[in-house]
């Protein structure tokens, strides 16, 4: 059966970000296996952790030098955190051009840990936080519930300042019903939270329709990805999350977008930019303002921006004023500023924040069992030399190829 979907976004009107397998805003590093939660559903193979030694991990960091512009250096695993020589490993990737970005579980992380981060030069952390991961101390929680867990390390974050804050939320049939929850928490602390990523489950009953190869030989897919409960009996796409996001903020409108590798309908990554103030849902950055951010950076840069920092992020009205210059929906947000600071002049001095909401839709099939990837992937890691996707790298280590499908053939 084709895994479609009728898409609720015409992505031709939106601004298709310009990353690429070469030029992208973001790379992907994991130098450790080993992790301090078994969340349900994870694609790695955490039976036999290892660490690699920093050697090995500049190693790979060299690969993306020859191979790869990108912004960000997303730091992953496994967790980071539990490697011994994570501090030396963020110093050695801001040394080499990137920013830093650490993206963990938390459990590991306390306040002598983040001081020594933050002044080896970590840029921001990633937290993946949601009802898989069965975490200490906060068993059996709802997605809501887990908004307390979520405020716990955007405070911490805050008290040290100047680290940028973001939360990945893995979501299946049974919590997309929550998603409005994180998405109206998200905004209450949009100065302290600076990102809300949604990513969608994908098991592997996905390919329950498919014959599935790894180099010519046939296989059950079940013994390279676990199946979970956990998962639900539904696959989640795009449009519901939109659909659901709606629900508690109309004003919602992405601006960009990656498409699949073989449907450019696909909405594989959806970027949102609201500027939020006091609280309140101005609007949303259009498509020719992501454009301009993604185009003047490069130019100036030489990568695409992918992470801003806190203090860029507090300066929405200024983004709203150069906006309106050009752009009639940053002009609806930049009047509703001005009638705020005219109704209250205390607002003069409050700051504005763009908060980034993201949503991303891992791999689906299309007819005949093509594999719709994400085209211009940002989370591309090192496996032997080469560039690979990392949420398909366990492929790599059990069968040295990645699983093809094709349409399964009649009993």
């Given at each position: 059966m084709t895994q479609t979907v009728t898409q609720t976004l015409d992505h031709l009107s939106l601004f298709r970000l310009p990353w690429n397998y070469a030029d992208n805003g973001i790379s992907w590093l994991e130098p450790t296996t080993k992790c301090n939660l078994r969340c349900e559903g994870c694609y790695r193979d955490l039976e036999n952790p290892v660490h690699k030694t920093l050697a090995e991990a500049r190693a790979d960091l060299e690969v993306f030098k020859r191979l790869r512009k990108s912004d960000c250096m997303s730091i992953a695993g496994g967790d980071p955190l539990?490697?011994?020589?994570?501090v030396e490993l963020v110093r050695m990737v801001k040394e080499m051009g990137w920013k830093p970005i650490i993206n963990t579980n938390g459990v590991a992380l306390t306040e002598d840990l983040l001081k020594d981060l933050k002044k080896a030069g970590a840029f921001g952390f990633t937290f993946h936080i949601d009802t898989s991961q069965n975490r200490p101390k906060a068993k059996d929680k709802t997605e809501t519930e887990?908004?307390?867990?979520?405020?716990?390390?955007?405070?911490?974050?805050?008290?040290e300042g100047g680290l940028a804050c973001s939360f990945n939320a893995t979501v299946n049939d049974a919590t997309l019903t929550e998603v409005p929850n994180l998405v109206k928490w998200a905004q209450d602390h949009a100065d302290i939270v600076h990102t809300m990523v949604f990513i969608l489950f994908r098991s592997p009953q996905l390919a329950g329709d498919y014959d599935c190869f790894a180099d010519g030989q046939k296989l059950d897919l079940r013994t390279t990805y676990k199946q979970t409960n956990w998962g639900g009996s539904t696959n989640v796409y795009a449009a519901d999350v939109v659909a659901k996001i709606r629900e508690v903020d109309?004003?919602?409108?992405?601006?960009a977008y990656l498409n699949g590798t073989t449907n450019p309908e696909s909405l594989k990554w959806l970027l949102a930019n609201r500027i939020i103030?006091?609280?309140?849902?101005?609007?949303?950055?259009?498509?020719?303002?992501?454009e301009m951010i993604q185009n003047v950076t490069h130019l100036f840069t030489g990568t695409y921006l992918a992470y801003a920092s806190p203090k860029s992020t507090s300066r929405g009205k200024l983004l709203a004023l150069l906006g309106s210059i050009t752009d009639k929906d940053m002009r609806r947000i930049f009047g509703r500023l001005v009638g705020r600071m005219f109704a209250n002049p205390a607002n003069l001095f409050r700051a504005a924040h763009v908060q980034s909401m993201m949503v991303i839709q891992p791999v689906n099939f299309e007819e005949h069992g093509q594999q719709d990837m994400c085209d211009g992937c940002p989370d591309m890691t090192v496996h032997e030399g080469k560039l690979v996707w990392s949420c398909r790298l366990e492929e790599l280590n059990k069968h040295g190829a990645f699983v093809t499908t094709a349409s399964r053939e009649p009993a």
């Open positions: 539990v490697y011994p020589e994570i887990l908004n307390e867990v979520r405020q716990y390390y955007a405070e911490m974050l805050a008290r109309p004003l919602y409108a992405p601006a103030f006091n609280g309140e849902n101005l609007g949303y950055l259009s498509p020719r303002i992501m």
